[in-house]
């Protein structure tokens, strides 16, 4: 519980306000006994454990006493007022003492958010698109061409280089005739045309062939991030290693087996890769309209949030987005992540919770046994020993929280279909992919 003198911010519909009083001598009362308490183990220097004077004990650990017992007693002093009105508080209070002083009782006014009520809208008016998609052998093929691009080898080629090949040089960069700090490597691989080097650079090597050599400018951007290098012209020096050409794998048994497929079987491969492609469709269609079925939900339950779980919500997702850019090797120690730039994302976070919590409880949509079950199982389809998979999810509850919270909103989702007005669309590939396979 937070105890402040600051000023208040601008109330909302959910702000309440009350004012409460402590007598002091239940406070002194209070302190007295956490103070004898602390005397048992107090240790100070000349005294054994547990002998030091009352007096001295009370100078040492006075304050400190003194402000867990005006603690304790306005959280017991809270908890009362709450339950006597029947409040359902959302975060903490905000505690601001009473300027006038009073030496009969500690006053005070607990200032918080409460949860607000919620009377469900009507979604029977709103419309949503259901897209669909059949995966058929066009598509299979263009996953399986995907695939072979993302195994393409690079093999040395005795010819010009062209976009889309890999080079092996070695350069050095010269400004007003000398070398600068990051301008030279040796045996650099660069891919023409890929927009990793400079726009000059790349046009520039364009066309060499092994073994060739290229003095060349290369003028810098305005806004390059090395400021001594700004808007400079600067010369290269380059000296070709290798050209490197692409070449696509073979559509055999070796591809195959380079996909999981133990036998190089290629009928069981484009079986395996048409379920996978299958599966991430379904996925991605499933996604689609529980987006448009959370934003309809929105649209006719428009409700007020506690800012106190907007800023809990926007905290835990600020250490989420930084434990995973740590994980993906980001340094993150002078790096930070403000809570504040999740606002609007936790904000509709917040009122989908409140929302779904009260349409679930209403219409009885808790995820069943059996539909948790079928949500595990489709997780561990994707891995080498679905069984081993459902288990582990099964050893422990808690494992389970995030297969039941699917679950349910599957429940929800099914529920609004049922009940607005709803369309079928069917989808192109490409646009529900993102262009990916």
Do not use: C
Request: charged share 30%; glycine share 6%.
């Amino acid at each position: 519980m937070e105890t402040t003198q600051a000023a208040a911010p601008a109330p909302s519909s959910l702000e309440r306000r009350i004012d409460m009083a402590v007598p002091l001598a239940e406070i002194d009362k209070e302190v007295e006994k956490r103070l004898k308490h602390i005397a048992k183990t107090a240790k100070m220097a000349g005294f054994r454990p547990g002998k030091m004077p009352m007096k001295l004990v009370a100078q040492t650990y006075g304050g400190q006493a003194r402000s867990e017992a005006i603690g304790a007693a306005v959280e017991r002093a809270f908890g009362e007022k709450v339950r006597e009105q029947k409040l359902n508080v959302a975060g903490y209070p905000r505690i601001e003492p009473k300027n006038a002083p009073n030496d009969q009782q500690f006053e005070f006014t607990a200032i918080f958010e409460v949860y607000p009520e919620i009377t469900l809208g009507d979604i029977s008016g709103k419309e949503i698109e259901k897209a669909t998609l059949t995966v058929s052998d066009a598509e299979v093929d263009k996953t399986i061409d995907v695939l072979r691009a993302q195994r393409t080898a690079y093999l040395p080629v005795e010819r010009a280089s062209a976009k889309g090949d890999r080079m092996v040089i070695d350069f050095v960069g010269r400004k007003n005739g000398e070398e600068f700090q990051g301008g030279k490597a040796e045996n650099f691989t660069v891919e023409v045309g890929g927009g990793r080097m400079l726009p000059d650079f790349e046009t520039a090597i364009e066309g060499l062939a092994p073994a060739a050599q290229k003095t060349f400018d290369v003028k810098f951007p305005e806004d390059y991030n090395v400021a001594e290098l700004n808007g400079q012209t600067v010369q290269f020096d380059v000296a070709v290693r290798a050209v490197l050409g692409p070449v696509l794998p073979e559509l055999d048994a070796d591809f195959a087996k380079a996909l999981g497929v133990a036998d190089g079987d290629l009928v069981k491969m484009r079986q395996e890769v048409r379920a996978n492609l299958e599966r991430e469709v379904k996925k991605r269609l499933q996604a689609r309209v529980k987006n448009q079925v959370m934003d309809a939900l929105l649209a006719v339950n428009p409700i007020d949030v506690p800012q106190a779980l907007v800023e809990m919500e926007s905290q835990q997702m600020a250490e989420a987005a930084k434990a995973d850019l740590e994980k993906r090797g980001a340094a993150m120690k002078n790096m930070p992540v403000e809570p504040s730039w999740f606002t609007e994302q936790a904000t509709r976070r917040v009122k989908l919770g409140l929302v779904l919590a009260e349409l679930v409880k209403s219409k009885d949509l808790h995820a069943r046994p059996e539909q948790v079950k079928a949500v595990v199982e489709d997780f561990a389809e994707t891995f080498e020993d679905p069984k081993e998979v459902v288990r582990w999810y099964y050893s422990q509850p808690q494992r389970l929280a995030e297969a039941e919270a699917l679950a349910m909103e599957n429940n929800v989702v099914e529920w609004a279909l049922a009940n607005a007005k709803v369309s079928e669309k069917a989808v192109g590939f490409d646009e529900l992919m993102g262009n990916q396979a």
